[in-house]
C-alpha cells in the first residue's frame, strides 16, 4: 500500500517511483516477489479496477477518495480479481485493517463496503475474475 501510495502521490512514471521506492524501502527477499507482483499488477489494471470501485462506490469518484482508501482497495479488487488462491474474506479483511491503521475513522466500513459489494458481484459473476497472466488490456 505504501508503495501505490508514493506512486499514486508523486505522479510520475510508475517504473521509476517504484524503482526508487524500492531503494529507499527495501523489502525483503522473502517479500518481494510477492510485492511486485502486487503492485504491478495493480499498476497494469489501474484503469479497470478504478472503474470497479467507481461502479461500487455511491457517488465517489476514486480521484476524491482519501489516497489511502484508494489504493487499500485497488490492492484488495487486485487480488479479488486476479489472485483466486487468495480467499475474497481474507482480502477483505486485511485491506479493511489497514485502511483503519493509515486511513480516517471512517476508512474501515468505507472500504468493507465497496469490497463486500464487488465480492458480491463477482461471486454472482456479474463481474469476470481473472488469472494474474491474462492479458489486461482488453
Known sequence: ?????????????????????CKCFKPSRKVLPFFLKL???????????????ENF????KVSRMSCVDRNVMRIAVYELLFLSEI???VSINEAVDIGK?????DSGAFINGILDSIRIAIEENKIPIKTATEDRSE
Open 39 to 53: 503492485v504491478q499488477g495493480v499498476l497494469g489494471s489501474k484503469h479497470e479496477i478504478d472503474a470497479i470501485i
Open 101 to 105: 491503521k493509515f486511513g480516517t475513522e
Open 1 to 21: 500500500m505504501q508503495a501505490l501510495f508514493y506512486i499514486d502521490m508523486r505522479k510520475g512514471d510508475p517504473s521509476e517511483m517504484l524503482n526508487l521506492f
Open 57 to 60: 462506490s455511491s457517488n465517489w
Open 87 to 89: 480467499p475474497s474474506k
